[in-house]
Nanobody, 125 residues
Framework: QVQLVESGGGLVQAGGSLRLSCAASGRTISRYAMGWFRQAPGKEREFVAAISWSGGSTDYADSVKGRFTISRNNAKLTVYLQMNSLKPEDTAVYYC??????????????????WGQGTQVTVSS
């Protein structure tokens, strides 16, 4: 049993920064890869970033590479997404999730079985 709660979203102007947090409860997540996805109105959920269980490997969508950084603190059972140089096209609901299928499917939503409720990020121009 895994429960995830995202926080840190809000309204920010283009070029600004936000840091999202995903706090876990229940079963530990220290041995699972974690991912961030986002969904904008009228669009399908898309991959943003993923991090291996140890934090030694990361992966990013091309659209956010160089601007976003994913990290984790296993002692706190928390995953973070540092978002810099935000653009209006980053506006979406952001979800964290537990990868239960393995690192090879980290970019695919079907590889994640546990999801948070999401946090809204709105970037104005």
């Amino acid at each position: 049993q895994v429960q995830l709660v995202e926080s840190g979203g809000g309204l920010v102007q283009a070029g600004g920064s936000l840091r999202l947090s995903c706090a876990a409860s229940g079963r530990t997540i220290s041995r699972y890869a974690m991912g961030w996805f986002r969904q904008a109105p009228g669009k399908e959920r898309e991959f943003v970033a993923a991090i291996s269980w140890s934090g030694g490997s990361t992966d990013y969508a091309d659209s956010v590479k160089g601007r976003f950084t994913i990290s984790r603190n296993n002692a706190k059972l928390t995953v973070y997404l540092q978002m810099n140089s935000l653009k209006p096209e980053d506006t979406a609901v952001y979800y964290c999730a537990v990868d239960t299928a393995g690192w090879g499917t980290r970019r695919q939503s079907y590889g994640y079985d546990y999801w948070g409720q999401g946090t809204q990020v709105t970037v104005s121009s």
